[in-house]
């Protein structure tokens, strides 16, 4: 069993950054994948980045790549989303996930936290 919790989130400016982080409980957590996710308003939840266990591989969005970064920490049990350049389109709900090997897909995360709200204004 993890359980994940986000903070970070808030409202920022066009261009401007922030940092989620995602607490994880349980002793498990280095032997998972993380995955961050995010959901607007009227629209279906999309794949920002994933992490593997380990850390030495990372997978991003399209619309992401180049602007943010993700990392962890197994010693905090904690991963963080770095995002830079924000855009008026990167409003979203904001979630990380957990799953027993990394994916694209949601479905293949099972424990999920309960989100971070992110607002860019123009």
């Known amino acids: 069993q993890v359980q994940l919790v986000e903070s970070g989130g808030g409202l920022v400016q066009t261009g401007g950054s922030l940092r989620l982080s995602c607490a994880a409980s349980g002793r498990t957590f280095s032997s998972y994948a993380m995955g961050w996710f995010r959901q607007a308003p009227g629209k279906e939840r999309e794949f920002v980045a994933a992490i593997i266990w380990s850390g030495s591989n990372t997978y991003y969005a399209d619309s992401v790549k180049g602007r943010f970064t993700i990392s962890r920490d197994n010693a905090k049990n904690t991963v963080y989303l770095q995002m830079n350049s924000l855009k008026p389109e990167d409003t979203a709900v904001y979630y990380c996930?957990?799953?027993?090997?990394?994916?694209?897909?949601?479905?293949?995360?099972?424990?999920w936290g309960q989100g971070t709200q992110v607002t860019v204004s123009s």
């Open positions: 996930a957990a799953s027993l090997s990394w994916s694209y897909n949601r479905d293949s995360y099972r424990y």
